[in-house]
């Protein structure tokens, strides 16, 4: 499944085969996102909560938007994902209070009890990886991935990232979790804040996993586009300190999961050669020493 191109109509279009996006402009300024599964997702959404966890706290920004079919529609006054503007603008294009908004709504987040039925211990990010991991990914092109990456980092490495994993989905205490929380679901705002696009994979995780998933993904944009370190580490440094709490050297393991999930991805959902992986087997490697075996 190929990405599709941004028609730039009265709604922009794009897509993979795991998610669509529409956004559509509003009257007033504001945008309607609606996101779908994709064709090849496994598994639909999260179903909405009756009552909405909707974090309240200042600078807290979340939607959790409405069911529509099979997907969600959200309203918020963003046409561009901070993921967008990084691609296309590198770190400078983002200003550091989108991070910093972004945990300031996680930690938020974090502090709602859980509404009665959510998942614990899962996600649908975290099945695909455990799959994978486990070599069971149902895509033929992600499995063939999965198998080049275990010769590429060695069966210790993968063993002891498929120790992190089992750390990830069995450690306590939890917390209700945004269970995919990342830059794509991020929306920037005319004024320099964002808005999160919540609810969809919602679960209850340790803690450390959301905000995990956001540092793997900047350390993963960083590696792959380069340009100013300061700009990179001071969005890094505003999520934590929106946050209020970093992960200290547990950062790099968490990374190391949302990398490879996101290696999987696109095996699976994109037409990226198999053999393009070797680059991301290097770097893995890289980051997987820095941290060793599991303590």
Not at 260 to 276: G, K, M, Q, R
């Amino acid at each position: 499944m190929t990405i599709s191109p941004p028609e730039r109509n009265a709604v922009t279009r794009y897509g993979t085969g795991l998610l669509h996006t529409e956004v559509r402009a509003l009257p007033g300024g504001l945008f309607q996102w609606r996101r779908t599964p994709g064709p090849y997702a496994p598994a639909p959404f999260v179903p909405v909560p009756r009552t909405p966890p909707v974090p309240a706290a200042p600078g807290a920004h979340a939607v959790f938007g409405a069911a529509d079919g099979a997907g969600r529609t959200y309203h918020v006054d963003g046409e561009h994902s901070v993921a967008y503007l990084i691609l296309t603008g590198g770190p400078g294009a983002v200003p550091s209070q989108a991070l910093h908004d972004l945990g300031t709504t996680l930690r938020a987040l974090h502090d709602v009890p859980p509404p009665p039925s959510t998942r614990a211990h899962g996600s649908r990010g975290l099945d695909r990886l455990d799959s994978w991991l486990t070599g069971r990914a149902p895509a033929p092109r992600a499995a063939q991935a999965a198998e080049q990456m275990r010769k590429a980092l060695g069966d210790a490495a993968w063993t002891t990232v498929r120790a992190w994993y089992e750390r990830a989905v069995t450690d306590t205490p939890t917390v209700l979790s945004h269970g995919a929380a990342g830059l794509g679901s991020l929306i920037a705002g005319p004024d320099g804040s964002a808005t999160l696009l919540a609810g969809e994979d919602l679960s209850v995780l340790p803690w450390y996993l959301d905000l995990g998933w956001v540092i793997g993904e900047l350390v993963e944009l960083k590696w792959q586009l380069g340009g100013d370190p300061v700009a990179w580490q001071a969005h890094i440094d505003a999520l934590s300190k929106g946050y209020g709490r970093d992960l200290g050297a547990d950062w790099q393991w968490l990374a190391v999961l949302r990398i490879l999930l996101h290696v999987h991805d696109i095996a699976a959902y994109l037409d990226e050669p198999v053999d393009s992986f070797q680059q991301y087997a290097d770097f893995l490697r890289f980051l997987i020493g820095l941290r060793g075996a599991v303590t």
